[in-house]
């Protein structure tokens, strides 16, 4: 009995027989694998003669049998003791059995045998077997070339009916033999494998160990039924097939079959150019060329050593090429469709048909003994031809091959035959100018090695006719069939071909043979006998000997005489061009499958899931007679309802029909008949066809993909018989006739509304799903589609494509496409990445059969328009390649064809193409623009649409990759020699992008690359014509397929230079978002969506970040360089500075510190730009915004510190003075103090106080008397304001002056500020705009109020500070003024209004700050500061004089007049930052991260407080109060203030603690006044001390006090300084007034970085909401309706409902003082508004929020603006606060 693929050699196996793995593969929990017990005995048994062999240890035949009965016994006790105690559980192995069709067939179970017996039988065949294979290894060629024909005659005609003892004998000789013989050593990869082949290559290390463990079982021999001579039982392959698998790596595909997917997987290989060095690399080299029709594949081969030694010369005669690597092409083939599912073999099948290869009918299976008919896998073959019934009308016949009539002519052979047949008959169905090899022959690479499992093998392959005459070999279509091997070992098979062939073939020149298989044989067929003439062996007699025996017709015998092949094949071609005429039995390849039935041949369809999926495929399709009224009946939603949705849609954007009407009124009416047509499709009821369809999808596995194919199947046979002559027509009238126009349209409109295919099963789901999405969320309906969408995912998962774009509808249908897009999104990995590759070209120019070659996938390929939109199909990326290519999956895009313009203006479609190319050139990362012909006079228009595409996508940040794909190249230098050409495309290029940008109004944009990166030599790519030759029986050209490899190559190149990509969820925002702004006409450069708004909030975000970080760190600065001006000459530190030498230091310092701050965030925002992730790429045209933003905002600061610094030296400057008069009268005084002091301690007698008393009055009457006091001078602050004020109007003209002069400034500002009535023609003006003559002053008043708000809280401020009044006070209040005025310009104030406001406020400020000198003067009067000081000198004299210790004393005044008051002010300082970092860094921060969420949340919380009057009549003045009652509500919680001035305090008493700590621990300070002054020194950039008390402090120390006392002192009282200062933050207070007081305001500073640049929308009032402060254009994330800023219709006086982001999209015109009060359309509201850019409102919930507004506050709108309420649309009563909040969240992107 043979075991297949049993090796023996120690080599193999490692060693010893005992080193097998005994691992169980499958727990059969019971005994009962006795079975597969035995099998593993005999294993050892024979493992022990390999080792008996090897070592050379030659026994008897009875010894060797004693020995292994010995041994067996020994086992089988082993085995029974297991048994019994439950060991053989875990221990017994079950080996699966091969099936000949992978679906459905299981092999018989052995049966149980005498083990004595099973090792008899086994010893005698293997020594047959061995002597077989010997005989193969020395026949040097394969079964039908000249000398193969005898490879299999020896074989077959072997008697397999044995004796037990002849098996015994046989198998053990066999043993022997191959133990002599080491198994051929299987050299490791070069490189690793990837993809399918990674999984193929498993385990090769103990290969041949694991081929004994998982073989089959050995088949038990039927001896009741001896095999029949000639049967396939005969042929010794089987031991084959396991060896050639295993050696190819396809071991584990035996029974796990290959898949379509993993095959098509990109992997490392996909594109690896590599040699192929081992034989597990061919399978998968084999299927990566068939996939992409490459010719070549069947070449494949292994690079060995064999190919260094030199081919010629006598030395080399004697070296045999090793034949352990190569396999031959047949072999390779059977193997890969035994090892292949139904769906990679229909697909193998279908490329091998394309490269004209011939492909199995009936495929064998050596280790089952049984074929399959491959019905199932020609299935799907379609082919067209001419015959010669329709030469006259030109027209083809296009059938799909298996249920065509065609008649089959069979060949095969009876032992040798010198005639190669494979050659004849690759000549017999070649043209002699267009040969091809069909079939494979000895002469082919690798065609001489001998076959080991493809004996058996049936291939089929076609002649079809193109209608002419002279080329054409036949004049009607034939099937041949070519059986491999000698027939009398493939009785059945023979059989079979008799049965359904028109004629056989039989070559033979072995007129010894045994031709008894011919005797009685039962044959439908004509026998045909074809001989040699030229053999030795050919004898006439003993030919027509064998003609009389076997019945032969004499006129059936072809006999090549000395003619050559070309006459040879003439014969034959006449010959079989006669039994076509004949026309008998003819019989289609599906009804052989009863054929096969009838003779136990196996039929691949036979599958459970197969007919399982063709009975419910065939249910739906079975009575579709009428396309059109089906579609109607079966299909009613996508319909007309369907297109008038799709209309609707466009012209809810476009609102090209409103006319007259009020936009927001039409667009209502819009809506309504949205809803009253989905109410139409929810009135449908489920048909009983897609109920049945969505029965079928809803199967699992297998049995889905069946369904989902046979419905392909039978609705393109369908669409076939409907279509062909349609398309035929349409074809000829687009290239021959195109002024036919009328006629064209409607063979177009006919093409649409024929076609019948599976995309709109697919549609009318959709619809399904969508029209249940308009249902309330709770419906059963809703609930009952809900699953659909999953559905189809999985249909991409698995590989079908699915519709994107409806074609015929123009339209995508949002909501399906999210769902399914969602769907796959849940079944994928959730982080899986897509990389996307589109093609798009005019029609009928090859792009999917481009994509189908490229990919090796399936999309539909036929003439004419038929195939409308786009698809999409989802290829999975190989786990080794996903980090390099930065991808799970790349997602394929088919499109429809661009048309001509000329065919264009039939049916409007330009429009239609132009949507289709902006659509997929915006989703792509690869974009393939194909063109059919470099001439072509089409492709400037066509080119023309793309450019435009590519200008769009520029804009909105999407680069997509371009390539450019020159179809039907011929000459192989095109790509040299085109160069002139490819400039001239260039030109054309740059042509077109000029006349584009001036369409988008883009003038900067001048060339095709400041578009997008494009070189001319690398980005374009020329491919040969498709076919070699004349279809239809032109192979595919091998340049086609080379050109399109290297065009894959390219891509995988790109994906790994592309921008990180993202998610599922990513590619689904993007289509929506473009197919939104593809709606409008022109949404190119208001294009927003979802993902861009992500972007631009984050980077929003991350800018206002730096910007505050920098402002921060500047305001700390700040205060540490005020602080040092302000203790500039507290302590004789530094002597020799003065204050202009401290200001220029700190000048320098500041300009340093601002570079510095400012390149940090010019890096940081270099480096946020080359982030890959956060779509970065998506805002690049915004980066220059916040470039400009950062160097403004440094010119800010500097301003403002040069301001501040400038200011703080005047001061102090200022105080000089006073300063200098203040010291020489405390010196004076304390000279005079120590005179009485030394003069009281020489008087003998003891003083008492009292009389120390009289003596210190009347030495101070005296000193006082002595002093000359000159107090500071008194300044007229109103004659200074005034000159300032001139100065700042110098500029200004006559009226100016005028009014400078004819004005007092004391005078000015006691009343309050009136903004003056206008002209009368301005109040007209007003009134006809605005409704209200009064509208502008109005606005002018608020924005004055405004402005003297701020100047008064400045004023109060500076009054509190108690410091002299300074210039630059009245400098600041004017700064105020001209900064708040410019930043308002859409408020226009006069002159005269400006110098009124000026005045007013200078007056006010004047008589304020006078006030504040005086009072400065009174304070610090020289007599009065020193009289006030006596009894402090009195103190000290009397302390002095009696020695009394001043440590204590002068650290309690030190800590309570200095430290106290300076620690308090530093806390104030500084506390007012940490205010903004609490509200921008805790809990709800995110409101206050972006403008627009700044916005976002004072909208939310609008809807709660309802103060809309406030927030639309005074934004800016309602945000400040709005930020500011936010930041206390914040800092109320928990005492945030609280807790902020604490932390502080804490951090300078540490910084003091330390300073005092410093101080005394150096040797040289030896008295208090030097402590003091160096600790002012130390904290010289943290406090400021009160000049004042730090003199009294320091007067009068005695020189040897105790510093290191006073140290310790001063540690312990700054300690309950620390608990006092904290128990009074603790008390807390009014937050609010607490706030006002800080010399930082956080909520002005807040307020500046959130309120923006203070622009509101021309038409509707709303805020700007771009970010930074240099944005070029300004935009709002939401609109409103006008009459919320006063618009109203000029007739009725209503107030306007209508929307901006509506307007700009309508035909309707607006007149306003800009236009001059001429109407210009909103369309090109950018002629006077270009800063503005006013997005189309997509959708009509957009703006539900303040539509919700207008309904509430109507009333109340139109009383404040004088107007009349507005006419409300129904659906906006309807409207509820949670419409308002959802419409909010989608308008801001907020989840």
Known sequence: MERPGDEGSQGATGGEGDGRDTTPVHNTGTPDGMAARGVMLQDFILNQQQQQSMQQQPQSMQQAMQSMQQQMQQQISQLQEEVQKGKTKQQCVVITLAAANPDTLTRPAPQSRDPAEEVSGEHVDKEEAAEMKLEDVQQP?????????????????????????????????????????????????????????????????????????????????????????????????????????????????????LTLSTVLEINADTTSDEPLTTMQSLPGAFLNKLMMANVNARSVKCLTTDQEVSYYGVDNLDTDSDSSNVINPLDLITALFLCSDGFLQQEMVQKMSMCQFAVPLLLPNCDTEQSTLMLWALRDIVRKFRPSSQTSTKTFVEDRLVVSDIPMVSFVRIGESSLSKSHILNKLLSNPQQYHDTFVHHDMECGDVPLQISNGLVEISWYFPSGNKNTDMFTEPVAVANLRGDIRSFETQFSFLCQTSAAVYIFTDDFEADFKVLEGKITKAE????????????????????????????????????????????????????????????????????????????????????????????????????????????LPLQGTIWKELSQLEKEKCRLRKAGGQDIEHYKSSLKRKEEELRKKQNKCDMSDVMTSFILGMSRSGPERSYFLKWMRINLDNLSRQNLSALRGRYKDLCQNSPEKKDEIKDLDKQLSDCSLGL?????????????????????????????????????????????????????????????????????????????????????????????NTMFGVQFAVSSGRCTRGAFMLLIKVNKELKEELKCDFIMIIDTEGLKSPELAQLDDSHEHDNELATLVIGLSDVTIINIAMENSTEMKDILQI??????????????????????????????????????KLLEQLNEMTQAAARMEKKENITKFTDVMEYDPDTSSCYIPGLWHGTPPMAPVNVGYSESVYDLKKSLMQDFRKCQKNDDLTHFLKWTQSLWEAVKFEK???????????????????????????????????????????????????????????????????????????????????????????????????????????????????????????????????????????????????????????????????????????????????????????????????????????????????????????????????????????????????????????????????????????????????????????????IKELLRIIDKTLQQHTQIQASEECEVSLKLHICGRAAREFQKMHEDFIEVNDPRKCLELSKSKYLTEFRDLFHN??????????????????????????????????EVKTGKGSEDYSTRGAFQFSILKQLLTDEKYEKYIDNYESFVKDWLFDQIVQRLSKNNGLNKLEIKHLSDIIKIIIAAISNVSNKTTVNDIKMFIGIICDALGEKLVFPKDALDSILMLIPEDANTEQFADFLTELVGEMEQSLAAEYNKGGDIKERL?????????????????????????????????????????YIHRSEGINGYRWRDSKKLTIDICSSLVVSDCTFSNAKTGGTFHPYKDYQTHYPDWVITGDSSIEASDYWKYVMVTFNERIAEAKHALPADIPEDWKALTPDDAMKSLKRSFNMK
């Open 141 to 257: 060629l394969s079964d039908d070339e000249s000398k193969p024909e005898t490879d299999g005659s020896s074989e077959g005609n072997r008697e397999t009916t044995k004796g037990a003892a002849e098996e015994v004998l046989g198998n053990h000789n066999d043993k022997k033999e191959e133990a002599e013989r080491p198994h051929p050593e299987i050299p490791s990869p070069s490189k690793p494998l990837k993809g399918w082949e990674e999984k193929i290559h498993q385990g090769e290390q103990g290969k041949l160990k694991k081929i004994e463990e998982e073989e089959p079982l050995p088949k038990a021999s039927d001896e009741s039924n001896p095999k029949k001579e000639g049967s396939s039982g005969e042929t010794p392959q089987g031991p084959w097939l396991r060896e050639l698998l295993s050696k190819t790596g396809l071991e584990d595909h035996y029974e796990n079959k």
């Open 527 to 634: 026998l045909f006998l074809v001989v040699n003439s030229q053999n030795k062996t050919f004898r006439v007699d003993t030919l027509k000997k064998i003609i009389t025996n076997y019945s032969i017709n004499p006129t059936n015998v072809i006999v090549k005489k000395k003619q050559n092949d070309a006459e040879f094949v003439k014969i034959l071609q006449s010959s079989v061009g006669d039994i076509i005429e004949n026309r008998k039995n003819r019989l289609t390849i599906e009804n052989m499958a009863d054929v096969a039935h009838q003779m136990g041949i196996l039929v691949d369809e036979d599958s459970d899931d197969c007919q399982s999926a063709r009975k419910m495929a065939d249910e739906i399709t079975r009575n579709i007679k009428d396309t059109i009224q089906f579609k109607d009946k079966q």
């Open 759 to 851: 995309e709109h099963f697919l549609r009318e789901l959709g619809q399904l799903y969508e029209a249940a999405c308009s249902l309330p969320e709770d419906s059963p309906q809703r609930k009952q589609m809900e699953y659909l969408p999953g559905l189809c995912a999985q249909m991409l998962l698995d590989g079908f494509p699915v519709e994107l774009v409806d074609g015929d509808a123009s339209n995508i249908p949002l909501k399906w496409i999210s769902a399914v897009l969602t769907q796959l999104h849940a079944l994928v990995d959730s982080n899986s990445k897509i990389r996307v590759v589109t093609v798009l070209g005019v029609q009928s120019t090859g792009k999917s059969t481009l994509l």
């Open 946 to 983: 793309v450019v435009h595409a590519f200008i769009r996508m520029k804009e909105v940040g999407k680069k997509p990759i371009c390539h450019f794909v020159h179809q039907n190249v011929s000459d192989m230098s095109a790509h040299d020699n085109n160069m002139r050409d490819r400039k």
């Open 1083 to 1369: 949404f190119i450069f208001s294009f927003r969506n979802s993902l861009v708004a992500d972007a631009y909030s984050r980077l929003c975000s991350e800018y206002n970040g730096w910007e505050w970080t920098f402002q921060k760190e500047m305001y700390k600065w700040m205060v540490s360089a005020e602080t040092k001006m302000s203790n500039i000459g507290m302590s004789d530190q530094h002597p020799q500075r003065s204050i202009r030498d401290v200001l220029q230091y700190l000048m320098i310092e500041a300009s340093e510190k601002l570079s510095l701050g400012e390149k940090k965030i010019q890096d940081n925002l270099v480096k946020y730009f080359e982030k890959q992730d956060g779509h970065v790429n998506l805002v690049e045209k915004f980066k220059e915004d916040f470039v400009s933003s950062a160097k403004t905002l440094r010119k800010e600061i500097e301003n403002t510190v040069k301001n501040k610094l400038l200011g703080a030296v005047e001061i102090k400057e200022g105080m000089t003075e006073l300063n200098n008069i203040k010291s020489s009268q405390a010196s004076t005084m304390e000279k005079k103090v120590l005179t009485l002091l030394q003069n009281c301690r020489k008087k003998e007698s003891v003083l008492s106080d009292e009389a120390l008393s009289e003596e210190f009055d009347i030495m101070w009457r005296n000193t006082l008397s002595e002093i000359t006091f000159k107090g500071l001078q008194r300044r007229d602050v109103a004659l200074d304001a005034f000159l300032m004020l001139r100065d700042n109007l110098t500029m200004r003209g006559g009226l100016v002056n005028k009014m400078l002069v004819g004005n007092s400034l004391l005078d000015c500002g006691r009343k309050a500020f009136v903004v003056e009535s206008e002209s009368l023609w301005q109040q007209a003006k007003n009134k006809v705009q605005h409704g209200s003559s009064d509208y502008h002053r109005k606005k002018l008043q608020d924005l004055c109020d405004d402005i003297i708000k701020q100047c008064l809280e400045f004023m109060t401020q500076r009054v509190r500070s108690k410091t002299d009044y300074h210039d630059t006070h």
């Open 1444 to 1477: 009394r210790d001043q440590c204590l004393k002068k650290a309690k005044d030190f800590t309570k007049l200095c430290l106290q008051p300076a620690v308090q002010d530093y806390v104030t300082k500084m506390i007012g930052p940490d205010v903004v970092d």
């Open 1636 to 1676: 006002r007081s800080l010399p930082f305001k956080p909520h002005d500073k807040m307020f500046t970085s959130l309120f923006g640049c203070g622009e509101a929308c021309p038409f509707c009032g709303v805020p700007c909401d771009a970010g930074g402060t240099e944005h070029k254009t300004h935009h709002a």
